[in-house]
């Protein structure tokens, strides 16, 4: 068997800058940041710093994504939805700032597997990076699939609201629209890429306006003595409206902020959990289309989850003090979802319909965001050859601005395939979302975990950084969490003796995943996968890196690979040196 992309051939390291002229599309310092990299500049840097951090929150969209996600957090009480978000997105904030260590030295593209292949020892790094960059490929695929079918699931409900809850959509009905929703995003993110970044402002702006429109109506709308929970209620109430034991219950809240997906109690209106804080990585999948990307990506990424980590404690606070305190009514709503039942019961119909209007408009946007961050990340591990018919995506469309057009439509069609889950039943639509938070969060997991065990010696900190004192606290402490919120994705979320229907098959539809990717690596992949270009300037070497790099037998221009002459047992053990130029 061969390489999917055997037509390719290997990049020439810095020589093949000689190609283009990044003048054109970045500034020099970014093209030889890139260049230190292994990668000449292929895409415009149209991106500021404020925008990058727009992309990660516009996908985040913090309210439809509370709105989505509070059948996880309702049934621990007011204590769950307010305390169980602050502690998980602080949580998040941690794994923020290790990933933002990252970020700042080493900003590509396709960072994750990047970094897993820079970091990992020699005879892990192949298959390693390739599981990770297949796993955040999918993932960033399955978020696309999650958003546009919550997005479908809040335009069907508006339908219903304003129907009085007689229409039920069928789920051809909702399939058709998230078809629709899909094919809408491919076209923008194709038309709009030369003024892409400045529409992240706008989605940023329209985000905060939705939250304070929610702020704002809830609490007016229960403006009536009585109709508001008292500060003992939000704070300190814990209920357990499920058959595990209430702490269980209480971490089962993290779901709120860490999930793509969950069902509501209506099989048909089934509304994806939408990650939060969990689209952060999206900054470092737009590297090279930003300026002073050293920067530009570590503060996006913590601007993007802090900012969602404030705003959503102070939601779920209002929330708790206007929402009814008959949670199994709010959980159990004709309208299929706990949000819409919680706007109607305090602004009405109308105010209801308003509101909801404004979150699809949001989620919309969320979905075009997504769609652009999904392509780079495609196409940065197409460049590397990884992906089959990585030849065809490969090219970069100048007419269009320069973008991976073909990435952004494989990233549509690939989303349409998947969501015909949809059409099974709510299980299997929960299974394919959770793609988007166990493949991720296993995506970000393994290059941090690779830098703090093998290779913390080659890490050259960029702008941003932690600190020696702070860094491989922070960087274990993500790992921790990171497994933990794996293994919480995996829980059924109504009990331990689930149904068939409640059953949660994360668990199978990620060990697919990876599994396959894998299988695939072992079978065919490592006999032409050698993972990222792995260049480095040595001027900017210090004498200890330079001796770890050739230790794991990686071979750079002017850097001898052995240089303690070194042989017999330790020189079998070392992969075939990787020629840079």
């Not at 059948?71 to 009480?77: D, K, R």
């Not at 699939?145 to 508006?158: K, N, P, Q, R, W």
């Not at 004192?469 to 293994?487: C, D, E, H, V, Y």
């Amino acid at each position: 068997m061969s390489s999917p992309d055997s037509s390719v051939p290997p990049r020439d390291g810095i020589r093949q800058h000689q190609k283009t002229d990044p003048d054109k599309l970045a500034s020099g310092d970014d093209a030889a940041v890139l260049a230190g990299l292994g990668y000449k500049q292929e895409l415009k840097r149209n991106f500021t710093m404020i925008e990058v951090f727009g992309i990660a929150f516009s996908i985040m969209g913090i309210m439809p994504s509370i709105a989505s996600s509070l059948s996880f957090a309702i049934p621990a009480g007011p204590v769950g939805m307010v305390w169980g978000w602050f502690l998980a997105s602080g949580l998040i904030f941690v794994v923020g700032l290790a990933m933002a260590d990252l970020g700042s030295a080493m900003p590509t593209s396709g960072g994750l597997y990047w970094w897993t292949h820079f970091f990992s020892s020699p005879k892990s790094r192949n298959p390693l990076c390739f599981l990770v960059g297949y796993s955040n490929t999918l993932g960033l695929i399955g978020g696309l699939v999650s958003i546009d079918y919550g997005f479908a699931t809040m335009f069907l409900a508006v339908i219903q609201i304003s129907k009085d809850g007689t229409w039920t959509p069928s789920r051809g009905d909702l399939y058709a629209v998230f078809v629709g929703t899909v094919l809408l995003h491919g076209v923008c993110a194709s038309v709009l890429s030369k003024v892409m970044g400045k529409l992240q402002t706008v989605f940023v702006i329209l985000n905060v306006i939705v939250v304070l429109a929610t702020i704002i109506a809830l609490p007016i709308g229960r403006r009536h003595a009585g109709e508001r929970n008292s500060g003992h209620y939000i704070f300190a109430q814990t209920e357990n409206l499920t058959t595990w034991p209430t702490g269980w219950a209480f971490m089962l809240s993290f779901l709120c902020p860490l999930w793509t997906i969950g069902t509501s109690l209506n099989p048909i209106l089934c509304v994806p959990k939408l990650t939060t804080t969990g689209a952060f990585d999206s900054c470092v999948h737009m590297s090279e289309e930003a300026a002073n990307a050293t920067k530009a990506v570590p503060y996006g990424i913590l601007m993007s989850i802090g900012s969602c980590w404030f705003l959503g404690f102070i939601i779920m606070i209002v929330i708790a003090a206007c929402m009814s305190q008959d949670l199994d009514a709010i959980l159990g709503s004709k309208f299929g979802q706990p949000m819409a039942q919680i706007y109607y019961d305090s602004v009405g119909k109308q105010g209801t319909l308003g509101l909801m209007s404004l979150l699809i408009i949001t989620q919309f946007f969320m979905g075009l965001s997504i769609v652009v961050a999904a392509s780079r990340q495609s196409w940065a591990f197409s460049r590397d050859g990884a992906l089959p018919f990585s030849s065809f995506f490969r090219p970069i469309s100048k007419k269009f601005g320069y973008i991976p057009l073909r990435t952004i439509w494989g990233c549509v069609f690939l989303a349409l395939i998947l969501g015909l889950l949809s059409l099974i039943d709510a299980a299997a639509s929960q299974a394919l979302f959770s793609l988007s938070v166990s493949g991720n969060n296993l995506a970000w997991g393994i290059p941090i975990f690779s830098r703090v065990v093998w290779g913390n010696a080659k890490f050259k900190p960029g702008p941003f950084y932690t600190g020696d004192r702070f860094s491989k606290p922070i960087a274990w402490t993500a790992i921790i969490f990171l497994i933990f919120g794996i293994l919480l994705s995996m829980f059924p979320t109504l009990g331990p003796n689930p149904t068939p229907s409640e059953m949660n098959y994360s668990c199978v539809i990620n060990g697919a995943v990876w599994g396959g990717s894998l299988a695939y690596y072992y079978i065919d992949a490592r006999k032409w996968f050698k993972g990222p270009k792995i260049t480095i300037s040595l001027d900017d070497l210090t004498e200890e890196q330079e001796r770890v790099l050739a230790e794991e037998g990686l071979e750079v221009e002017g850097l001898n690979p052995d240089p303690y002459g070194k042989s017999g047992a330790a020189e079998e053990n070392r992969e075939v040196p990787e020629k840079i130029a």
